[in-house]
């Protein structure tokens, strides 16, 4: 380069051509970014979503479950690699190997791969006659079942704002995979389904019932635990069914007769499981006692039902009988899952246990789980106390006494409207619940940890036509043309 005065500094020619080539790709590449913008923004105008959940996190009832399978088990993903909750459904499935070298997953993408759904409905001959798609097949030992992809996601109609006319959509609100899935697992790896029994004829709620004072929730929440249900009438000469894995008598008012009684007690001593529910119905307005017949049989066990209905000022909710329940036994299984929630519960009873002196070995065990505030009170005396609303009751098999059915267990609650259709959904707690209450009584410690739908949060851009169009404009012109004009300046400005 020269060095003599009044020479310039010049770029060569290929200097020159360089600088122009990568001005100019870093235009093309500019628009082509936004070109594709532009395109998806055609196709799914007006919003833009961003995930909360980008990794499946799963519950300690899922992972207790995953630790408790002994056998491999199959997951197929029959899946349009497509569809918006794809990546969802597939991060859920691969959490759920990660957590068991027993779970082996893997997609069938019926639209990019037809000759590998044919072949899946070859080999399981039982899903020849499925024509809907979106399937996650399980299969372990023969038995097969699958979730169908459209129950995963629970949808709400919500009205699109800043339109001419009104128009609405179905936004995703809760995201039930995890739940349906450990259920399709319990189906698969179960040798065979429990059963639960509902005894009727006390005006009892009942199962089959959609009304807000049914059961119908209750029971499909039993079904999801891969338990079947069936009403049980103890009447006549038959006693408790031995398939009988668990006997819930929900909110009885009419009295049980001698021989039904009986039949309880006999049920009990074999080792059953018992949950019963009472409510402030079956209080007797003349005598202000229990009117079932029940409250004998369960004082043999070493519970004391009360006849009163309960008030607390602290912690009432919308009348002075319906209240939260905060506080907890810790160290009970049931509900330590419920630490940091709480039950929502309505005219509720005091369920306590009864105070005695020295117990013998074989003594059942009894723990109250769940109280009132310090401050509430009962119509039987103005004394303020925190009441226990919830007991439950445990006892071993008798060495050298065989038992039918293993060893015995109740619960017992002061309420059974809080598990009614109208309010099992008026806190996370009383689904919970129920949860680890079923479970805990058929001896199910690997799920005694609640796992409910997860709700699906949005992060949402909302415009309307004009709005996008002028976006459009913005994005297409401005941007590049600033960014040309910009690249045209330095170019001129290094020529010189």
């Known amino acids: 380069m020269s060095t003599q005065p009044g020479s310039e500094l010049t770029f060569t020619r290929w200097r020159k051509f360089s600088i122009g080539l990568n001005v100019f790709l870093i235009i093309l590449a500019a628009l082509a970014v936004l070109v594709m913008v532009n395109y998806l923004s055609h196709d799914y105008y007006r919003r833009w979503q961003w995930s909360t959940r980008t990794k499946a996190e799963l519950s300690p009832r899922t992972l207790g479950l995953l630790r408790s399978i002994t056998n491999q088990v199959k997951v197929i993903l029959y899946y349009d690699r497509k569809e918006p909750l794809y990546s969802v459904v597939s991060d859920l499935l ?174 009990l001593a074999q080792g059953g499981r018992l949950f019963v529910l009472f409510n402030s119905g079956s209080i007797s307005k003349e005598t202000g006692m229990d009117t079932t017949g029940l409250v004998e049989v369960l004082a043999k066990w070493g519970v004391q039902v009360g006849s009163q209905v309960i008030t607390d000022p602290d912690h009432a909710v919308s009348s002075r009988y319906d209240m939260t329940i905060t506080e907890f036994n810790q160290k009970h299984p049931v509900v330590n899952p419920l630490l940091g929630s709480f039950l929502y519960v309505i005219t509720p009873r005091p369920i306590s246990k009864i105070k005695a002196g020295a117990q013998p070995a074989d003594a059942p065990r009894i723990e109250e789980l769940a109280f009132t505030g310090s401050r509430a009170t009962t119509g039987a005396s103005a004394v303020s106390q925190a009441f226990p609303i919830l007991v439950s009751v445990e006892k071993g098999a008798v060495q050298g006494v065989n038992t039918e059915r293993g060893s015995t267990r109740l619960i017992v609650v002061g309420d059974s409207l809080f598990l009614a259709n109208g309010w099992i959904d008026a806190a996370a707690g009383n689904r919970d619940f129920a949860n680890s209450a079923i479970n805990w009584l058929l001896h199910r410690t690997q799920l005694l940890d609640g796992v409910g739908p997860r709700p699906i949060k949005e992060y949402k851009i909302l415009m309307s036509r004009t709005q996008l169009q002028r976006t459009q404009w913005v994005l297409l012109g401005g941007l590049p043309g600033g960014v040309l004009v910009l690249g045209s300046l330095v170019w001129l400005r290094r020529r010189k």
């Open 94 to 267: 691969n959490q759920y190997s990660l957590a068991s070298q027993r779970i082996s997953v893997q997609t069938v993408d019926y639209v990019r791969d037809p000759g590998a759904a044919q072949k899946l409905k070859t080999d399981y001959k039982q899903l020849a006659a499925v024509t809907d798609k979106n399937l996650i097949i399980f299969e372990c030992q023969g038995r097969l079942f699958h979730v169908d992809g459209n129950a995963l996601t629970h949808y709400v109609l919500e009205q699109v704002p800043n339109e001419k006319q009104r128009t609405f959509r179905r936004r995703p609100a809760e995201f039930a995979g995890e739940n349906l899935c450990s259920y399709a697992l319990l189906a698969v790896t179960s040798p065979k389904r429990l059963q639960a029994c509902f005894v009727q004829g006390h005006k009892e709620h009942n199962q089959d019932s959609a009304s807000d004072f049914g059961y119908l929730k209750f029971a499909n929440l039993l079904q999801q635990n891969y338990i079947d249900v069936r009403s049980l009438s103890l009447l006549g000469t038959n006693a408790v069914p031995p398939e009988c894995n668990l006997l819930i008598i929900a909110g009885p008012t009419d009295k049980f007769l001698d021989l039904e009684l009986n039949k309880l007690d006999q049920y």
